[in-house]
């Protein structure tokens, strides 16, 4: 069976995206599968550019979002990264992300940022994130989402419209690109990789 880890992207150099270097963007490739393998589970896999699984969600569920409960972000190893947790009731579907796991520690001191649907309007596909600090007093956001997400064909911009990571479909080659549920992840220099994945996975359930 073919492995599902990173290959080359047209839009970058091979060697561009194989690189160690900061300079350089990194590529990753998600897999909408629990990493625990069990029949029927559902979750994300997420690995490096080396094929190493890297972070993973394995209480992840495909019921309806009005009736899915938070997500748990881990590290390759097991290690809880981020939770996120929807807001009940919201017309923009409001999520939050905490450092830590539930139950440890997730009061609004410990958020992180919080991310909702741009439009009321279900047919929307743009994101807003709001960055969490206690002097906040601006209303820009300070990352925002730009193309279609479900498609695969997305961008995260900074407030300054610098992209800072890319979602794109996965290509085995010229002519066989991968399904829907496994795909390619672009993330340009000195952006915490952490973070972006959490914006996916909100990403995953608002849109």
Known sequence: ???????????????????????????WTVWKKS??????????SIYDGKGRLAFRVDNYSRKHKCFAGELLLMDGDGKAVMTLRPQILSMHDRWSGFK???GVETSSSSRVFSMRRRSVLQGGDEAEVFMDAPDRRS???????????????CKIMDRDGQEVARI?????????????DVFSLIIQPNMDAELIMAFLLVMDRIF
Do not use: A, W
């Open 168 to 180: 794109i479909r996965k290509e085995v080659n010229e002519s066989v690109t991968l399904s829907d």
């Open 100 to 102: 830590g796991e539930d």
């Open 35 to 44: 990493s625990m393998g069990f029949h029927g589970s559902d979750g994300f």
């Open 1 to 27: 069976m073919s492995k599902i880890h990173p290959t080359v992207s047209k839009i970058y150099d091979q060697e561009e995206l194989t690189t160690t270097t900061t300079n350089s963007p990194s590529v």
């Open 139 to 153: 209303s820009v956001p300070d990352f925002r989402t730009e193309g279609c997400f479900r498609r695969r064909n």
